[in-house]
Protein backbone atom coordinates (compact mmCIF):
# COMPACT_ATOMS: atom_id res chain seq x y z
CA UNK A 1 0.00 0.00 0.00
CA UNK A 2 2.71 2.45 0.87
CA UNK A 3 4.61 1.34 -2.34
CA UNK A 4 1.37 2.35 -4.29
CA UNK A 5 1.19 5.20 -2.65
CA UNK A 6 4.78 6.29 -3.82
CA UNK A 7 4.62 5.40 -6.93
CA UNK A 8 1.52 7.43 -7.57
CA UNK A 9 2.64 10.14 -5.95
CA UNK A 10 5.44 9.70 -7.87
CA UNK A 11 3.39 9.60 -10.88
CA UNK A 12 1.55 12.88 -9.94
CA UNK A 13 4.75 15.07 -9.34
CA UNK A 14 7.27 13.32 -12.51
CA UNK A 15 4.01 12.99 -15.11
CA UNK A 16 5.46 9.88 -16.59
CA UNK A 17 3.65 6.68 -17.59
CA UNK A 18 3.42 3.29 -15.19
CA UNK A 19 6.12 1.19 -16.00
CA UNK A 20 5.50 -2.99 -15.43
CA UNK A 21 8.24 -5.73 -14.80
CA UNK A 22 7.79 -8.54 -16.70
CA UNK A 23 9.82 -11.65 -17.75
CA UNK A 24 8.64 -10.48 -21.46
CA UNK A 25 10.04 -6.95 -20.71
CA UNK A 26 14.00 -8.44 -19.79
CA UNK A 27 13.84 -10.66 -22.98
CA UNK A 28 12.43 -7.31 -24.90
CA UNK A 29 15.53 -5.49 -23.16
CA UNK A 30 17.83 -8.40 -24.19
CA UNK A 31 17.18 -8.65 -27.64
CA UNK A 32 17.39 -4.45 -27.97
CA UNK A 33 20.43 -4.65 -26.08
CA UNK A 34 22.79 -7.86 -28.24
CA UNK A 35 23.62 -5.14 -31.02
CA UNK A 36 24.84 -2.64 -28.66
CA UNK A 37 26.72 -5.31 -26.56
CA UNK A 38 28.82 -6.53 -29.67
CA UNK A 39 29.99 -3.15 -30.23
CA UNK A 40 31.18 -3.18 -25.81
CA UNK A 41 32.63 -6.93 -26.56
CA UNK A 42 35.22 -5.18 -28.79
CA UNK A 43 36.17 -3.57 -25.81
CA UNK A 44 35.55 -6.26 -23.55
CA UNK A 45 38.51 -8.47 -25.45
CA UNK A 46 40.38 -5.24 -25.41
CA UNK A 47 39.88 -5.03 -21.87
CA UNK A 48 40.75 -8.74 -21.31
CA UNK A 49 44.09 -8.43 -23.44
CA UNK A 50 45.35 -4.96 -21.27
CA UNK A 51 44.50 -6.52 -18.04
CA UNK A 52 45.92 -9.62 -18.79
CA UNK A 53 49.24 -7.34 -19.73
CA UNK A 54 49.07 -5.65 -16.56
CA UNK A 55 49.21 -9.21 -14.47
CA UNK A 56 46.16 -10.06 -13.57
CA UNK A 57 45.00 -13.82 -14.31
CA UNK A 58 41.95 -14.59 -16.62
CA UNK A 59 39.65 -15.56 -13.52
CA UNK A 60 40.56 -11.80 -11.87
CA UNK A 61 40.10 -10.00 -15.48
CA UNK A 62 36.55 -12.24 -15.46
CA UNK A 63 35.95 -11.24 -11.79
CA UNK A 64 36.73 -7.47 -11.94
CA UNK A 65 33.93 -7.69 -15.38
CA UNK A 66 31.17 -9.33 -13.65
CA UNK A 67 31.51 -7.42 -10.82
CA UNK A 68 32.60 -3.93 -11.65
CA UNK A 69 30.69 -3.82 -14.95
CA UNK A 70 31.92 -0.41 -15.75
CA UNK A 71 33.75 -0.44 -19.10
CA UNK A 72 35.85 2.94 -18.07
CA UNK A 73 36.77 2.70 -15.04
CA UNK A 74 38.35 -0.75 -15.35
CA UNK A 75 40.61 -0.22 -17.88
CA UNK A 76 41.75 3.42 -16.18
CA UNK A 77 42.17 1.07 -13.28
CA UNK A 78 44.35 -1.98 -14.56
CA UNK A 79 46.52 1.08 -16.46
CA UNK A 80 47.42 1.80 -12.58
CA UNK A 81 47.89 -1.88 -11.94
CA UNK A 82 51.17 -2.66 -10.05
CA UNK A 83 52.92 -4.73 -7.71
CA UNK A 84 51.88 -4.11 -5.22
CA UNK A 85 48.59 -2.84 -6.34
CA UNK A 86 48.00 0.68 -5.45
CA UNK A 87 44.64 0.31 -3.87
CA UNK A 88 44.32 3.65 -2.75
CA UNK A 89 44.56 5.27 -6.27
CA UNK A 90 42.47 2.17 -8.09
CA UNK A 91 39.60 2.57 -5.94
CA UNK A 92 39.40 6.24 -5.65
CA UNK A 93 40.12 6.43 -9.56
CA UNK A 94 37.15 4.04 -9.98
CA UNK A 95 34.76 6.56 -8.09
CA UNK A 96 35.60 9.44 -9.89
CA UNK A 97 35.31 8.06 -13.15
CA UNK A 98 31.92 6.46 -12.16
CA UNK A 99 30.67 9.81 -10.28
CA UNK A 100 28.83 10.32 -13.83
CA UNK A 101 26.73 7.39 -13.01
CA UNK A 102 24.94 9.29 -9.66
CA UNK A 103 23.03 11.44 -12.27
CA UNK A 104 22.59 9.02 -14.59
CA UNK A 105 20.76 6.78 -11.92
CA UNK A 106 19.55 9.92 -10.85
CA UNK A 107 17.66 10.32 -14.16
CA UNK A 108 16.24 6.56 -13.81
CA UNK A 109 14.31 7.46 -10.59
CA UNK A 110 10.46 8.79 -12.25
CA UNK A 111 10.43 4.81 -14.13
CA UNK A 112 12.38 2.55 -11.99
CA UNK A 113 11.12 4.19 -8.87
CA UNK A 114 7.97 2.52 -9.66
CA UNK A 115 9.29 -0.81 -9.31
CA UNK A 116 9.79 -3.14 -5.83
CA UNK A 117 13.37 -1.82 -4.54
CA UNK A 118 14.98 -5.31 -5.05
CA UNK A 119 14.38 -5.24 -8.75
CA UNK A 120 15.10 -1.35 -9.11
CA UNK A 121 18.09 -1.97 -6.91
CA UNK A 122 19.61 -5.45 -8.81
CA UNK A 123 18.04 -3.49 -12.30
CA UNK A 124 21.22 -0.28 -11.55
CA UNK A 125 23.49 -2.88 -10.72
CA UNK A 126 23.53 -3.68 -14.46
CA UNK A 127 23.54 -0.28 -15.75
CA UNK A 128 26.64 1.09 -17.76
CA UNK A 129 26.52 4.16 -20.44
CA UNK A 130 25.31 2.19 -23.27
CA UNK A 131 22.22 -0.07 -21.78
CA UNK A 132 21.34 3.16 -19.54
CA UNK A 133 21.23 5.74 -22.70
CA UNK A 134 18.62 2.53 -24.48
CA UNK A 135 17.14 2.25 -21.27
CA UNK A 136 16.00 6.00 -21.13
CA UNK A 137 15.59 6.32 -24.90
CA UNK A 138 12.80 3.94 -24.60
CA UNK A 139 11.11 4.80 -21.06
CA UNK A 140 11.20 8.70 -22.28
CA UNK A 141 9.64 7.61 -25.75
CA UNK A 142 6.65 6.02 -23.59
CA UNK A 143 7.85 2.35 -22.90
CA UNK A 144 6.33 0.53 -20.40
CA UNK A 145 8.71 -1.64 -19.94
CA UNK A 146 10.29 -1.25 -16.21
CA UNK A 147 12.52 -4.27 -17.02
CA UNK A 148 14.15 -2.78 -20.01
CA UNK A 149 17.41 -1.86 -18.19
CA UNK A 150 18.17 -5.21 -16.92
CA UNK A 151 17.44 -7.02 -19.61
CA UNK A 152 19.35 -4.59 -21.95
CA UNK A 153 21.97 -4.76 -18.53
CA UNK A 154 22.37 -8.75 -18.82
CA UNK A 155 23.42 -9.45 -22.05
CA UNK A 156 26.04 -6.43 -22.04
CA UNK A 157 27.18 -7.61 -18.92
CA UNK A 158 27.19 -11.73 -20.48
CA UNK A 159 29.10 -10.58 -23.57
CA UNK A 160 31.13 -7.68 -21.69
CA UNK A 161 32.35 -10.84 -19.19
CA UNK A 162 32.73 -13.33 -21.78
CA UNK A 163 34.67 -11.24 -24.31
CA UNK A 164 36.97 -10.59 -21.18
CA UNK A 165 37.62 -14.29 -20.88
CA UNK A 166 38.67 -14.18 -25.00
CA UNK A 167 40.86 -10.94 -24.78
CA UNK A 168 42.75 -12.18 -21.32
CA UNK A 169 42.91 -16.24 -22.88
CA UNK A 170 43.57 -15.45 -26.41
CA UNK A 171 46.00 -12.01 -25.68
CA UNK A 172 48.03 -10.69 -28.36
CA UNK A 173 46.31 -12.51 -31.34
CA UNK A 174 43.76 -9.85 -31.17
CA UNK A 175 44.02 -6.58 -33.30
CA UNK A 176 42.82 -3.18 -32.26
CA UNK A 177 39.08 -2.62 -32.42
CA UNK A 178 39.20 0.46 -33.87
CA UNK A 179 40.16 -1.64 -37.29
CA UNK A 180 36.57 -2.95 -37.42
CA UNK A 181 35.08 0.61 -36.45
CA UNK A 182 34.11 -0.93 -33.00
CA UNK A 183 35.70 2.53 -31.65
CA UNK A 184 33.14 4.67 -32.92
CA UNK A 185 29.77 2.49 -31.82
CA UNK A 186 29.53 4.00 -28.34
CA UNK A 187 29.70 7.23 -30.34
CA UNK A 188 26.85 6.52 -32.71
CA UNK A 189 24.57 4.93 -30.45
CA UNK A 190 24.98 8.29 -28.37
CA UNK A 191 24.67 10.44 -31.73
CA UNK A 192 21.15 8.34 -32.07
CA UNK A 193 19.83 9.21 -29.00
CA UNK A 194 20.64 12.70 -28.83
CA UNK A 195 18.59 13.02 -32.02
CA UNK A 196 15.81 11.15 -30.07
CA UNK A 197 16.01 13.07 -27.09
CA UNK A 198 15.65 16.63 -29.30
CA UNK A 199 12.74 18.56 -28.44
CA UNK A 200 13.52 21.52 -30.53
CA UNK A 201 14.05 25.00 -29.31
CA UNK A 202 13.91 24.01 -25.81
CA UNK A 203 17.13 21.41 -25.93
CA UNK A 204 18.79 24.51 -27.26
CA UNK A 205 19.94 26.17 -24.54
CA UNK A 206 20.98 23.34 -22.08
CA UNK A 207 22.61 21.55 -24.43
CA UNK A 208 25.09 24.46 -25.86
CA UNK A 209 25.75 24.80 -22.14
CA UNK A 210 26.29 20.96 -21.73
CA UNK A 211 28.61 20.93 -24.97
CA UNK A 212 30.04 24.08 -24.04
CA UNK A 213 31.29 22.88 -20.16
CA UNK A 214 32.15 19.31 -21.91
CA UNK A 215 34.75 21.09 -23.96
CA UNK A 216 36.14 23.53 -21.76
CA UNK A 217 36.74 20.78 -18.88
CA UNK A 218 37.90 18.33 -21.22
CA UNK A 219 40.75 20.48 -22.49
CA UNK A 220 41.60 22.04 -18.79
CA UNK A 221 40.91 18.95 -16.76
CA UNK A 222 42.32 15.28 -17.68
CA UNK A 223 40.65 11.95 -17.08
CA UNK A 224 36.72 11.97 -17.75
CA UNK A 225 35.47 15.00 -15.63
CA UNK A 226 33.79 16.85 -18.66
CA UNK A 227 30.91 14.25 -18.17
CA UNK A 228 29.85 15.38 -14.63
CA UNK A 229 30.81 18.78 -16.09
CA UNK A 230 28.91 18.99 -19.29
CA UNK A 231 25.58 17.32 -17.24
CA UNK A 232 25.70 19.22 -14.46
CA UNK A 233 26.22 22.49 -16.44
CA UNK A 234 23.80 21.77 -19.08
CA UNK A 235 20.56 20.95 -15.95
CA UNK A 236 21.81 24.10 -14.38
CA UNK A 237 21.44 26.10 -17.20
CA UNK A 238 17.41 24.65 -17.01
CA UNK A 239 17.06 25.23 -13.38
CA UNK A 240 18.36 28.42 -13.88
CA UNK A 241 16.38 29.56 -16.84
CA UNK A 242 13.32 27.54 -15.43
CA UNK A 243 9.69 30.22 -15.42
CA UNK A 244 6.93 27.59 -14.64
CA UNK B 1 43.16 -23.11 -13.49
CA UNK B 2 41.51 -20.71 -11.84
CA UNK B 3 43.89 -18.37 -10.51
CA UNK B 4 43.09 -15.56 -7.66
CA UNK B 5 44.74 -13.91 -5.18
CA UNK B 6 43.07 -12.91 -2.20
CA UNK B 7 44.64 -9.04 -2.50
CA UNK B 8 43.86 -8.65 -6.26
CA UNK B 9 40.09 -10.09 -5.13
CA UNK B 10 39.94 -7.65 -1.99
CA UNK B 11 40.63 -4.77 -4.62
CA UNK B 12 38.42 -5.74 -6.84
CA UNK B 13 35.45 -5.88 -4.86
CA UNK B 14 36.35 -2.91 -3.17
CA UNK B 15 36.18 -1.18 -6.79
CA UNK B 16 32.65 -2.99 -7.55
CA UNK B 17 31.58 -1.73 -4.15
CA UNK B 18 32.16 2.27 -4.99
CA UNK B 19 30.97 1.49 -9.00
CA UNK B 20 27.62 0.21 -7.53
CA UNK B 21 27.20 3.14 -4.48
CA UNK B 22 27.53 5.53 -7.52
CA UNK B 23 25.23 3.42 -9.76
CA UNK B 24 22.49 3.17 -6.64
CA UNK B 25 22.98 6.31 -5.09
CA UNK B 26 21.44 8.80 -7.04
CA UNK B 27 18.82 6.87 -7.79
CA UNK B 28 18.68 6.67 -3.98
CA UNK B 29 19.02 9.96 -3.11
CA UNK B 30 15.78 11.14 -5.43
CA UNK B 31 13.76 8.64 -3.82
CA UNK B 32 14.32 10.79 -0.58
CA UNK B 33 14.11 14.64 -1.01
CA UNK B 34 11.32 16.33 -2.33
CA UNK B 35 12.06 18.21 -5.46
CA UNK B 36 10.99 21.44 -6.19
CA UNK B 37 9.19 21.93 -9.93
CA UNK B 38 12.77 23.99 -11.10
CA UNK B 39 14.66 21.02 -9.77
CA UNK B 40 13.05 18.55 -11.68
CA UNK B 41 13.21 20.82 -14.80
CA UNK B 42 16.84 20.44 -14.40
CA UNK B 43 16.99 16.52 -13.83
CA UNK B 44 14.27 16.48 -16.78
CA UNK B 45 17.18 17.57 -19.30
CA UNK B 46 19.81 15.68 -17.83
CA UNK B 47 19.79 12.45 -19.96
CA UNK B 48 20.20 14.82 -22.82
CA UNK B 49 22.85 16.66 -21.02
CA UNK B 50 24.94 13.99 -20.25
CA UNK B 51 24.51 12.10 -23.46
CA UNK B 52 25.51 15.74 -25.69
CA UNK B 53 28.59 15.91 -22.68
CA UNK B 54 29.45 12.65 -23.45
CA UNK B 55 29.77 13.25 -27.22
CA UNK B 56 31.21 16.78 -27.67
CA UNK B 57 34.40 15.98 -26.69
CA UNK B 58 34.83 13.02 -28.47
CA UNK B 59 34.26 14.62 -31.59
CA UNK B 60 35.55 17.34 -31.21
CA UNK B 61 38.98 14.76 -31.08
CA UNK B 62 37.92 13.41 -33.50
CA UNK B 63 38.91 13.89 -37.70
CA UNK B 64 36.90 14.29 -40.96
CA UNK B 65 36.19 10.37 -40.27
CA UNK B 66 34.28 10.61 -37.21
CA UNK B 67 32.13 14.25 -38.07
CA UNK B 68 31.00 12.65 -41.54
CA UNK B 69 29.78 9.65 -39.61
CA UNK B 70 28.18 11.49 -36.63
CA UNK B 71 26.56 13.06 -39.67
CA UNK B 72 25.22 10.06 -41.70
CA UNK B 73 24.15 8.81 -37.97
CA UNK B 74 22.03 11.61 -36.82
CA UNK B 75 20.82 12.16 -40.29
CA UNK B 76 19.43 7.81 -40.15
CA UNK B 77 19.09 8.38 -36.66
CA UNK B 78 15.99 10.67 -37.69
CA UNK B 79 15.21 9.34 -41.07
CA UNK B 80 14.52 5.62 -39.79
CA UNK B 81 14.55 5.96 -35.72
CA UNK B 82 16.10 2.67 -36.07
CA UNK B 83 19.29 2.35 -33.79
CA UNK B 84 20.87 -0.84 -35.51
CA UNK B 85 20.47 1.35 -38.84
CA UNK B 86 22.08 4.09 -37.41
CA UNK B 87 24.71 2.21 -35.65
CA UNK B 88 25.32 -0.09 -38.71
CA UNK B 89 25.67 3.60 -40.96
CA UNK B 90 28.12 5.24 -38.66
CA UNK B 91 30.19 2.57 -37.72
CA UNK B 92 30.28 1.32 -42.10
CA UNK B 93 30.89 5.18 -42.74
CA UNK B 94 33.42 5.85 -40.50
CA UNK B 95 35.61 2.59 -41.54
CA UNK B 96 34.93 4.03 -45.55
CA UNK B 97 35.75 7.56 -44.45
CA UNK B 98 38.98 6.57 -42.60
CA UNK B 99 40.26 4.63 -45.62
CA UNK B 100 39.76 7.20 -48.14
CA UNK B 101 41.55 10.16 -45.87
Known sequence: ?244 | MVDLDPAVVAVILAMAAVTYATKAGGFWLLGRVDLSERAEAGIDVLPGAVVVAFVTPVLADGGVPEWVAAAATVAVARKTGSLLASLAVGVGVVLAVRTLV
Request: avoid cysteine; charge should be negative.
Open chain 1, 1 to 244: MAEADQSAKEQDADEVQDVEFTAAGVREGFAAGFPVALGVAGYGVVFGVVARRAGLSVAEAAVMSATVVAGAAQLVAVELWANPIPAVAVVSTTLLVNLRYVLMGAALRPWLGQLRPGRAYASVFFFADENWALSIGALRSGSTNGAFLLGSGLVLWLLWVASTVVGATAGDLVGDPAAYGLDYVATALFLTLAAGFWEGEESLRPWLVAAAAALAVDALVPGEWYILAGALAGAAAEVVAYDG
